[in-house]
């Protein structure tokens, strides 16, 4: 049924060319921008089980939500013992200087970034989850209507919900917690890694795409400045600006990306940013470990969703664990991101498993480790074969004034056999996600 | 008790014009269990609206904004605060606690400490960007604790008798090199209720610095500091601040003005017995109520009285006027 | 009336002035690299300075290669597109993913076509890019300020170049009238000592070239910056 795709893999991916569909790297301090290799067989997700990601996807998002608003206003789970205390406070991603700020309909994660496998047996299950500013949306959309032009037949014969309502969800999502004025995406520049995205997901939403020094701060109201003088009200951020670089004033004093003042005027509720400020907090890599906890205290209901088996250096018990089946898991170092930090058990010799064993047990706090998951491979199109390749499945799940999950998702795959990697950073592609609609 | 007259101006003059000026000023008296403003007048000079609000550490925040052209901004602030302080206080909670047997650290969970809203005390048990300890530090931190351990024995305090005190870094603990402000900081045990400790490690960096301006600047971390044996009070209490931490105690760095001072001062505040005890490691005292506080945070970095941004000339030049007087010593 | 910030009225200003630049100086090189086939081979010094650029040119080979394919070389077609392009690139919400294709066609298309043996044949792709560029600004970009700040950019290059390669009054009178009326439908500032000086010299007649340097002067300082 796919076989179209495959057909129009080159056509598809020049018009791919033609739109500019890349992302950028720096390669010896230069900015490059690569396309992002695009295979046309999509990562295909049965209405029944997308059903259930959509179920599980909401729960986690929500009861995260619940956290990021406990932590920086009444910290009752902390009070409550639920989670240790040096999990928040150690943690990188937790700013002081968000303390006390209620974000507007006190929602913290608007946009997030779900990182899911499928195991091989057949069960998924959550990676990771990226609550500041998850990219890849806009990779997806803009596939899905170029692959619709290429192959019409294909999504003739199928039934595919169409994933191009993403920018719609944004720009509801945005008008729900806007505290009126224009909406706006603010980007760092040019020469960031997404700056494709930015500026496809500002033109898909009607958003304006904008750079700090359109934006001023002025007697506790955040303004866009018009060429002629005049300045007209910002009522929602969608920044794609980190949260160190965002307001000068507040954080990074040196950062010349940022709105000085903007912190004070979100603090006062006169303008929503999207990502809340400080949502790094809840996607530490120790954090991860409680998310299930926090769904049952949160919303008194069972995890629909499961987390890949984690155990936890901090506790003697899972401590003991872990020195005991070191070879076999996979331990990752929770203040690394991007895919470093992290390795495999099977891959060591017994002198490293050695000394990671003692860095364990010197500083357990840093540690989390897992069961490798065993998932399933998809496969893609490589010259005349076809050949399987680890993916996984980056959901985005959208918090308004419900939270919904975008019926779609960037699938990543590593272009290497041997790699479990799928970091577009790294040489990744990626493919369409196709959630059927019945 | 005491009623102080505290008198504060700032003027800050650039090289030439400016724009897009944003400001925050911390430098209004906080109100807390200790300090009262009575009375508060804030005056800037080109005149322009401030909005005030609290930091996410719970200090006072002048927020606001020039942004046509101006050659210098000047603040002037007049406060009437009532501060009821003193190191009896501190000395009565720390008999208590050595009664009880209760420190305020056996729940790391415990509720108290933790104000909706503000960062809670356990912030405070980790390095900063100022207060990263090194190898020197830890090396005679360990001197400190053996010294420590001596003393206790001499004057017949039980800690001495309780062996290895787990505030000297037992269990999966802080190590100086290279540490980010990830790992773990043992924390006293309940046995250590009322320790002397903090106040025995205050007169140690006391003896160990000199006081000495025009050796540091505002940027100097604590481990500098150290090196060079000397600084100001900022350096005093980022290095107090830092060897606590290392020792266990979660402390903080706070900034303000003491009577008959005539620039802003800095000392620390450690997380003691369920409260929070100030001590000046630049005087060697417990800080009592002739100080008044106007920040807390971190390190200095959360507390700098004046933190902006704007466009135009490279150069400014900023002087400070502080005067601080006991209203009732003037009058008798 | 649209949304559009400084940073963003200049993005469009000089997308009109760089795509401009591109089309007018790749028209005029045909007609150069015809004479230098077997009448002048030393023509494109004519050419240099004529548009004011240096000619650090070895000869007409070097010449050919570079002015239109090499990077490193600012001046030449590539660069200007390039320009084109990143100013393209920051506002592809107001001017649209269909319009900025057509730079990155020209761009890619430009690139492919460097070293070819017969550059006339692989750049008339390029200017077709370009011809359907402004079709679809036309078309697709919906604000009519965004759109009339892109025309003021493109036909102050266009005069500019015109003047500068002498092209006939009748051609200058046209692109000068386009140009007023697309400047009376934007805000951007501009200086009416100019503006004055520029009817002046027009009103002349085919004589304007007596005041051929006072009138790219006042093309030079005619928008306050």
């Known amino acids: 049924m796919l076989l179209d795709l495959v057909d129009h893999k080159e056509s598809i991916n020049r018009l791919l060319a033609r739109y500019g569909v890349k992302f950028g790297i720096y390669k010896n301090h230069e900015f490059h921008e690569q396309l992002f290799p695009f295979d046309p067989i999509p990562r295909v997700i049965p209405r029944r089980e997308f059903d259930y990601l959509d179920r599980g996807l909401s729960q986690r998002v929500t009861a995260l939500n619940c956290f990021l608003e406990d932590i920086y206003s009444d910290k009752k789970i902390v009070k409550d013992g639920v989670i240790p205390a040096d999990f928040i406070y150690s943690s990188k991603g937790y700013l002081p200087q968000c303390e006390g700020i209620r974000p507007p309909k006190h929602i913290c994660s608007h946009i997030s970034g779900i990182d899911l496998v499928q195991g091989k047996d057949g069960n998924w299950y959550v990676l990771e989850d990226n609550l500041r500013i998850p990219s890849g949306a806009s990779y997806p959309m803009i596939a899905r209507d170029l692959t619709r032009q290429a192959a019409p037949e294909a999504f003739a014969r199928n039934h595919v919900e169409d994933n191009r309502g993403y920018a719609a969800m944004l720009r509801e999502t945005m008008e729900y917690v806007s505290t009126g004025g224009i909406h706006v995406v603010l980007t760092p520049g040019r020469y960031n890694a997404a700056f494709f995205e930015h500026s496809y997901l500002a033109e898909r939403s009607g958003s304006v795409l904008c750079m700090p020094q359109d934006l001023v701060a002025e007697g506790g109201k955040l303004y866009y400045r018009q060429y002629e003088g005049r300045k007209l009200q910002v009522g929602a951020v969608y920044r794609r600006i980190s949260d160190e670089y965002l307001d000068p004033l507040t954080f990074l004093p040196e950062s010349l990306i940022g709105v000085p003042g903007i912190m004070e005027v979100y603090a006062a509720g006169n303008v929503a940013i999207l990502n809340a400020p400080g949502n790094g907090v809840a996607d530490d890599k120790g954090i991860y470990y409680f998310v299930p906890h926090m769904i049952k205290y949160y919303l008194g209901e069972e995890p629909i969703l499961r987390n890949a088996p984690t155990y936890l250096a901090f506790y003697e018990k899972d401590r003991t664990f872990i020195l005991e089946h070191l070879s076999r898991l996979v331990v990752k170092d929770v203040s690394e991101a991007g895919g470093y930090g992290v390795v495999f058990g099977s891959n060591l010799s017994r002198e490293e498993l050695g000394a990671l064993a003692e860095a364990v047990r010197r500083e357990p706090r840093r540690f989390i480790a897992q069961e490798v998951v065993d998932f399933v491979d998809l496969d893609i199109v490589e010259g005349e074969a076809r050949v399987p390749r680890k993916a996984d499945l980056r959901a985005f799940v959208l918090a308004g004034e419900t939270t919904r999950v975008w019926p779609s998702g960037l699938t990543r795959f590593s272009r290497n056999p041997d790699s479990f990697v799928v970091n577009s950073s790294q040489g990744g592609g990626f493919k369409d996600t196709w959630v059927l609609s019945r | 008790m005491r009623i102080l007259k505290v008198q504060y101006e700032m003027r800050l003059a650039f090289d030439g014009p400016v724009t897009d000026h944003y400001f925050r000023f911390r430098c209004l008296p906080m109100e807390d269990d200790a300090q009262t403003v009575e009375a508060l007048e804030l005056h800037l000079e080109p005149a322009c609206a401030v909005r005030e609000r609290t930091d996410g550490f719970g200090s006072r925040m002048c927020c606001g904004e020039i942004l046509t052209p101006h050659d210098a901004l000047c603040v002037r602030m007049n406060a009437r605060v009532r501060v009821e302080r003193g190191a009896s206080d501190h000395e009565l909670r720390a008999q208590a606690a050595r009664g009880t047997g209760h420190t305020g650290y056996e729940d790391a969970n415990r509720p108290d400490g933790l104000a909706a809203g503000q960062a809670p005390w356990f912030l405070y048990r980790y390095p900063s960007g100022l207060t990263k300890p090194d190898a020197a530090m830890r090396e005679w931190l360990d001197r400190v604790r053996e010294r420590y351990a001596l003393f206790c024995r001499a004057m017949g305090y039980p800690e001495a008798d309780r062996g290895k005190p787990p505030y000297c870094g037992s269990g999966p603990g802080i190590t100086a090199e290279g540490n980010t402000g990830r790992q773990e900081i043992g924390l006293p045990s309940p046995d250590h209720a009322g320790t002397r400790f903090p106040e025995f490690l205050m007169h140690e960096v006391y003896r160990r610095l000199a006081y000495a301006q025009g050796h540091t600047h505002v940027g100097t971390t604590a481990a500098e500091a150290f090196a060079l044996g000397r600084g100001v009070c900022q350096d005093y209490a980022h290095i107090y601040v830092t060897l606590c931490r290392m020792a266990g105690f979660p402390a903080r760095y706070a900034a303000g003005m003491v009577v008959g001072e005539g620039a802003t001062h800095a000392w620390a505040e450690v997380w003691q017995d369920g409260a929070w005890t100030a001590y000046d490691p630049t005087h060697d005292c417990i800080v009592d109520d002739r100080y008044v506080k106007v920040s807390h945070g971190r390190d200095f970095a959360d507390c700098s009285v004046d933190r902006g941004c704007f466009r135009g000339a490279a150069g400014q030049e900023q002087t400070v006027y502080v005067k601080v007087e006991d209203c009732a010593a003037g009058r008798e | ?225």
């Open chain 3, 1 to 225: 009336m649209g949304i559009i910030s400084v940073e963003r009225a200049d993005h469009l200003f000089w997308i009109g002035r760089y795509t401009e630049r591109v089309f007018t100086t790749l028209v005029t090189f045909f007609d150069f690299y015809d004479q230098m086939i077997d009448v002048d081979l030393e023509a494109y010094k004519d050419f240099c300075e004529k548009v004011a650029i240096p000619d650090i040119y070895r000869d007409r080979e070097d010449f050919n290669r570079r002015y239109l394919f090499d990077r490193t070389d600012p001046n030449s077609v590539c660069s200007n597109l390039e320009r084109a392009y990143d100013n393209g690139i920051v506002i592809r919400d107001e001017i649209s993913s269909y319009t900025l294709a057509y730079l990155q066609l020209a761009l890619d298309h430009l690139e492919a076509a460097a070293g070819s043996a017969a550059p006339h044949y692989d750049l008339q792709q390029v200017i077709d890019y370009i011809h359907a560029f402004w079709g679809c600004a036309d078309d697709r970009v919906d604000d009519e300020e965004a759109r009339n700040i892109m025309k003021c950019g493109k036909y102050l290059e266009r005069l500019d170049l015109y003047l500068r390669l002498g092209y006939p009054f009748r051609l200058i009178e046209k692109e000068y009238s386009k140009f007023v009326n697309r400047l009376g439908r934007v805000r951007l500032p501009y200086d009416p000592v100019c503006k004055a000086k520029l009817d002046e010299i027009f009103a002349m007649g085919p004589w304007w070239t007596e005041r051929r340097g006072e009138a790219l002067s006042a093309l030079w300082n005619f928008f306050l910056r």
